[in-house]
């Protein structure tokens, strides 16, 4: 059974930086198209960042772009999510998602998180004024 499992998260300052890591269980993780979301209080879940299973493709929400990096080791079967300039509105449980069935083309990305089967549990990413 795959399992994905977030790490990373925590409390900092308006301005500084996290690193969120999605370690997969997966042995086929390098064919997984991958994504992160997250589900502020209250709020429904929105699509963050995804990245082709080639890893040659990403997308970002608005939001995010210019300040969030995705990225993936197929190697060390993990992604990750760089976050700099944080904001409070960045505030949210951070969930990464992966496509584990049969290979999306190399240079698709999934934004919604139907297109999406298997997630982690989430971790707290809390941004202070």
């Known amino acids: 059974q795959v399992q994905l499992v977030e790490s990373g998260g925590g409390l900092v300052q308006a301005g500084g930086s996290l690193r969120l890591s999605c370690e997969t269980s997966g042995r086929t993780f390098s064919t997984y198209a991958m994504a992160w979301f997250r589900q502020a209080p209250g709020k429904e879940r929105d699509f963050v960042a995804g990245?082709?299973?080639?890893?040659?493709?990403?997308y970002y929400a608005d939001s995010v772009k210019g300040r969030f990096i995705i990225s993936r080791d197929n190697a060390k079967n993990t992604m990750y999510l760089q976050m700099n300039s944080l904001k409070p509105e960045d505030t949210a449980v951070y969930y990464c998602?992966?496509?584990?069935?049969?290979?999306?083309?190399?240079?698709?990305?999934?934004?919604?998180?139907?297109?999406?089967?298997?997630w982690g549990q989430g971790t707290q990413v809390t941004v202070s004024s």
């Open positions: 998602a992966g496509y584990k069935d049969s290979p999306w083309p190399p240079t698709r990305v999934g934004t919604r998180g139907d297109e999406y089967d298997v």
């Open positions: 990245i082709s299973w080639r890893g040659g493709t990403t």
